[in-house]
């Protein structure tokens, strides 16, 4: 198949005409089974919220950013554990509280306890930079939560960049300046598969695919619980700190 150098985004934005599915911050942690991308969306909110509860409760006046987003789909569970979020978005349009990239965010150094980033590093040109900027805006002993996918379609709003790997997950920290604490794999091999059979089905059907979907979903979600395999994931998610220089030790 022969892919044209120009006009990549004309041509997916012509692929979606009438199809595509804007989902609200509590579609995305909440997704109903009739969504395409249902399987998705729930394993990567579970996992994303036990990580995030893990945490455990945040100190008087803590601060936490979701960066990439202009509504943090998460607001909710982060102000339960006593955090006062804010969101980074890239356009004034879109109501964010600050605007900036994720590579250059604006924001005074060691100013947040939380960074969270999900699904946002495949549209950052550079997300080496970016997660040195996240470091930078970490107060010491912050963390900083992240989403990558492994297995997803083209979809550039605004650009589509990148793919990770586990062990893409863990250079890409090592090389910002962080250690993973802990990485997370979001569906074995079926469930990925049947979110891809949910693709093709949206990209013919589009939203009147709906009950064919939910059976697709129930069938992977099953499938996926019977038979792991952490070789074919369609998506990580990381938590991850920031790494302490070590003081030169004076002979």
């Given at each position: 198949?022969?892919?044209?150098?120009?006009?990549?985004?004309?041509?997916?934005?012509?692929?979606?005409?009438?199809?595509?599915s804007r989902h609200g911050p509590g579609d995305r942690v909440r997704p109903s089974l009739a969504q395409y991308d249902y399987l998705a969306?729930?394993?990567l909110s579970a996992d994303v919220?036990?990580?995030?509860?893990?945490?455990?409760?945040?100190?008087a006046g803590a601060r936490a950013l979701d960066l990439g987003a202009d509504r943090s789909p998460y607001r909710e569970r982060l102000e339960a554990l006593g955090y006062g979020v804010e969101t980074l978005d890239i356009g004034d349009e879109s109501g964010a509280d600050?605007?900036?990239?994720?590579?250059?965010?604006?924001?005074?150094?060691?100013?947040?306890d939380l960074v969270l980033c999900t699904q946002v590093l495949e549209h950052?040109?550079?997300?080496?930079?970016?997660?040195?900027e996240v470091r930078r805006i970490l107060k010491p002993g912050g963390r900083f939560l992240f989403s990558v996918p492994h297995?997803?379609?083209?979809?550039?709003?605004?650009?589509?960049?990148?793919?990770?790997?586990?062990?893409?997950?863990?250079?890409?920290?090592?090389?910002?300046?962080?250690?993973?604490?802990?990485l997370r794999g979001q569906g074995g091999t079926l469930?990925?598969?049947?979110q891809i059979v949910n693709f093709t089905a949206y990209g013919v059907l589009g939203k009147g695919g709906a009950p064919l979907f939910a059976?697709?979903?129930?069938?992977?979600?099953?499938?996926?619980?019977?038979?792991?395999?952490?070789?074919?994931?369609?998506?990580?998610?990381?938590?991850?700190?920031?790494?302490?220089?070590?003081?030169?030790?004076?002979?």
């Open positions: 198949m022969r892919i044209p150098l120009d006009g990549l985004v004309e041509s997916f934005r012509r692929a979606q005409e009438g199809k595509r969306l729930s394993s919220a036990e990580l995030i509860d893990g945490l455990g409760p945040a100190a600050h605007v900036g990239t994720a590579e250059r965010t604006g924001l005074r150094d060691a100013s947040f950052v040109p550079r997300p080496l930079e970016a997660l040195r297995v997803w379609f083209f979809h550039p709003h605004p650009a589509d960049y990148w793919r990770f790997t586990q062990q893409g997950v863990l250079e890409l920290c090592a090389q910002g300046g962080f250690r993973a604490v802990e469930l990925s598969v049947a059976a697709i979903n129930l069938i992977g979600a099953r499938l996926d619980r019977l038979v792991a395999n952490p070789l074919f994931i369609h998506n990580f998610v990381c938590l991850a700190e920031p790494v302490v220089p070590k003081e030169p030790r004076h002979l």
